[in-house]
């Protein structure tokens, strides 16, 4: 068993994982995982360890059909499990009927430009924020929490680049008050360490004090080293999927997430030891082979590597039997 001291370890030690697979990582996946396979899942990664998870979405089941099943999910889990979880929002409807399976812990999500808001939730980035204030409302009459997330905060697919200033006007906007986070997306996975430093400070130091989540995507191969930028920045929570699984249905373009395993290696929290980083190893091969996904997780493929003489690599391994070869790919 091995625990590296990062250099950085005073600052990354205290980072939140999110693990966001069984949301974000299934949206492009076209198969439905049974409710019994993402309650497991849910209970497997609790019991490694990872802090937080991101169970499911309110989406329409016809226009994001791997999340049909997501309200069973959070019905089946013991009030213990879901203080741990998250569920992605878009109304205060879905706030209600989220609650009522349970739930206590919501992102309401809104993307910073309008035409991608219009395509992934129906309505202007402002109907959105009008809304907010009832969400809000929802939230505190069951003592929960609610996170104010921000999609396209650095491109939009259709738009192009989006302003550093239109972030913070949402981050600053009223009706935003009594959100206790503030998730900050690159959608695409198009940004660069020096903007997602940039953003966060300033979303740190000229926006109402909140935990900043910062949520990535690895479209462009940057996705752990904007990470560790968005949390020398202050990002306190960090967003990953198993095996960089994952994209936006409705943001072209879009890949998969940074890989939870990659977030994980890099940052070293003090949970993780080589011995836990191998099982998230396996249960992320046996999810992506079921899935029939690429594996493009590189710390998954370091472990598989025959560097035996590395704690955190899998003795005797090589490429899983029945796995398929890592690729390169794409909230």
Known sequence: MNHFESPLSSTLGNVLLRDVTLRDGLQLTGKLLPAEQKIETVRELLRLGVPAIELGSMARAD?????????????????????KCWIWVATPGHVVKASAAGARNFQYCLSASDTHNKANIGRTTDESLAALPLAVEYTRAVNGQIQLCIATSFTCPFEGYVPEERILSIANDPRAEGTTDIVICDTLGQ???????????????????????????????????????????????????????GG????????????????????????????VFRELVVLSEKLLAELGEPNRSKAAQGARSKAEAFDWAIPGANQPSGSQPASAGGN
């Not at 226009?63 to 203080?83: F, I």
């Not at 080293?225 to 999927?241: E, H, K, S």
């Not at 249905?249 to 993780?272: H, V």
């Open 191 to 245: 940004a660069v360490p020096a903007q997602v430093s940039r953003l966060i400070t300033r979303v740190r130091d000229e926006s109402p004090a909140r935990r900043i989540v910062y949520h990535g995507h690895d479209t462009w191969g940057l996705g752990v080293a904007n990470t560790l930028a968005a949390i020398q920045a202050g990002a306190a929570m960090v967003d990953g999927a198993l095996g960089g699984l």
């Open 248 to 275: 936006c249905p409705f943001a072209p373009g879009a890949s998969g997430n940074t890989s939870s395993e990659d977030i994980l290696f890099a940052t070293r929290p003090e949970w993780l030891t080589s011995d």
């Open 63 to 83: 226009l994001v059909p791997t999340m049909a099943n997501t309200l069973e999910v959070v019905q089946a889990l013991t009030p213990e499990e879901l203080e």
